[in-house]
């Protein structure tokens, strides 16, 4: 089994920044992308970031030059840092893994449980 936990979410005001940690544990034969996701209430669950085990980055047009996404691959954790949050931001935050679990099987994606992130003055 795999497992995802994100941490780090909270409630700040428009402008602070937070950092979120996702750590990858379990059955973890090769790991090729982690993303963040988020859902905001009444709406869909959308892209933020990722990385991929070579280090390559992408972002959704909203986040960028705001959000950071950076990883960890000795420790199979992702870190998205988010600076100038904006109560647009608000959404509960979601840590996406596409791995191959044992030798032989193919890329599977595995999701956190989710970490709050409200942004309010």
């Known amino acids: 089994q795999v497992q995802l936990v994100e941490s780090g979410g909270g409630l700040v005001q428009p402008g602070e920044s937070l950092r979120l940690s996702c750590a990858a544990s379990g059955s973890i034969f090769r790991l090729y992308v982690m993303s963040w996701y988020r859902q905001a209430p009444g709406k869909q669950r959308d892209l933020v970031a990722s990385?991929?085990?070579?280090?390559?980055?992408s972002y959704a047009d909203s986040v960028k030059g705001r959000f950071t996404i950076s990883g960890d691959n000795a420790k199979n954790t992702v870190y998205l840092q988010m600076n100038s949050l904006k109560p647009e931001d608000t959404a509960v935050y979601y840590c996406?893994?596409?791995?191959?679990?044992?030798?032989?099987?193919?890329?599977?994606?595995?999701w956190g449980k989710g970490t709050l992130v409200t942004v309010s003055s």
């Open positions: 990385i991929t085990i070579g280090g390559s980055t």
């Open positions: 996406n893994a596409q791995l191959v679990p044992v030798r032989g099987a193919g890329v599977m994606d595995y």
